[in-house]
């Protein structure tokens, strides 16, 4: 009788976690926020 093997020494390794590919926030890539239009700031 030939005993399998355990399939969890075959399995890849579970990908990390999304927020390593996620992009950073919009904020990373949003321009600085204008002056104010009449305060100036």
Same mark, same amino acid.
């Given at each position: 009788m /030939?005993?399998? *093997? &355990? &399939? /969890? %020494? $075959? @399995? &890849? !390794? *579970?990908? #990390? #976690? /999304? +927020?390593y590919? @996620?992009? !950073? &926030?919009? +904020?990373? %890539?949003? #321009? *600085? #926020?204008?002056?104010?239009? %009449? $305060?100036?700031?």
């Amino acid at each position: 009788m /030939v005993y399998a *093997p &355990p &399939p /969890v %020494y $075959y @399995a &890849p !390794p *579970p990908p #990390p #976690p /999304v +927020a390593y590919y @996620a992009p !950073p &926030p919009v +904020a990373y %890539y949003a #321009p *600085p #926020p204008r002056r104010h239009y %009449y $305060y100036g700031w």
